[in-house]
């Protein structure tokens, strides 16, 4: 019998907070007037499917008649502000988003960031909460208070990296920035293009992209033998002035 009441408060507490969910992103007027519409995502459990089912719906209100500052409020429940920021901008540009800037930083137990931005609309919560997904993020909640506010959990956030190998490898990016990931490796030789002149800028990061050592060079090479700290996580690989003087890509190889 305490199974029983036991479930039956559990599918009332599921149904009561989606609910509440869903009236934070479309509002309590119009939550109320399609509340039959709504009916199937009532007892939703995925945010993301939530999402979706509104935006099929044309129920998420979006866009503005003019451009105007908005200032979405981003927080981070493992509190990693190096990383949460990088994978935070890094999801908005892929997204088209290149010019904010913060105007509230604040470290209390989270990490909290809010933005401000001109656009045409909101940020479009459901390609953000896939987008920001693929880099190891989940969004645990949205509310809309005049802005969007967003709590994120990325606890396995992590950097799109190619695997060193024992075998030498050919790399080519248009954007002129290679993150590899140190897969045990000892040290890493790089090689760049005899018809190119890069000019070497390595960093390597730990596992929370916090600086372990910087390789900035103001001359030329065409072969860098590196050597890899114990706690790199991460290798970042660019240019030192600009992507055009390797835009032919490097090789790599890694050593034990």
Same mark, same amino acid.
């Given at each position: 019998m305490k199974k029983v009441i036991f479930i039956i408060v559990a599918c009332i507490f599921l149904f009561a907070n989606n609910s509440q969910t869903i009236k934070n992103l479309i509002g309590e007027d119009k939550f109320n007037t399609y509340y039959e519409l709504l009916k199937p995502i009532l007892n939703e459990k995925s945010l993301t499917k939530t999402l979706e089912y509104l935006q099929n719906n044309g129920l998420l209100d979006i866009f503005f008649?003019?451009?105007k500052l908005i200032h979405p409020t981003f927080i981070f429940t493992n509190n990693n502000p190096i990383f949460n920021t990088k994978t935070l901008y890094s999801?908005?540009?892929?997204?088209?988003?290149?010019?904010?800037?913060?105007?509230?930083?604040?470290? @209390?137990?989270?990490?909290?960031i809010t933005l401000e931005m001109k656009s045409t609309h909101?940020?479009?919560?459901?390609?953000?909460?896939?987008s920001i997904e693929q880099k190891g993020c989940n969004v645990i909640s949205i509310n809309k208070n005049g802005s969007y506010i967003y709590t994120i959990d990325c606890e396995n956030?992590?950097?799109?990296?190619?695997?060193?190998?024992n075998?030498?490898?050919?790399?080519? @990016?248009?954007?002129?920035?290679?993150?590899?990931?140190p @897969?045990?490796?000892?040290?890493?030789?790089?090689?760049?293009?005899?018809?190119d002149n890069w000019y070497p800028y390595i960093v390597f990061f730990d596992k929370n992209l916090n600086i372990l050592n910087i390789i900035s060079k103001e001359n030329s090479q065409n072969t860098v033998y590196l050597?890899?700290?114990?706690?790199?996580?991460?290798?970042?690989?660019?240019?030192?002035f600009s992507k055009e003087n390797f835009k032919r890509g490097i090789f790599i190889k890694g050593i034990k």
């Open positions: 008649d003019k451009p999801t908005l540009k892929s997204l088209g988003y290149y010019y904010f800037y913060p105007t509230k930083i604040t470290k @209390n137990g989270n990490y909290t909101y940020i479009d919560p459901l390609l953000f909460s896939k956030e992590h950097i799109d990296t190619l695997k060193i190998v075998k030498k490898i050919k790399l080519l @990016n248009a954007k002129g920035i290679y993150w590899l990931d @897969n045990g490796f000892n040290k890493v030789i790089v090689y760049s293009s005899k018809l050597n890899i700290p114990p706690e790199c996580a991460y290798i970042k690989i660019t240019d030192t």
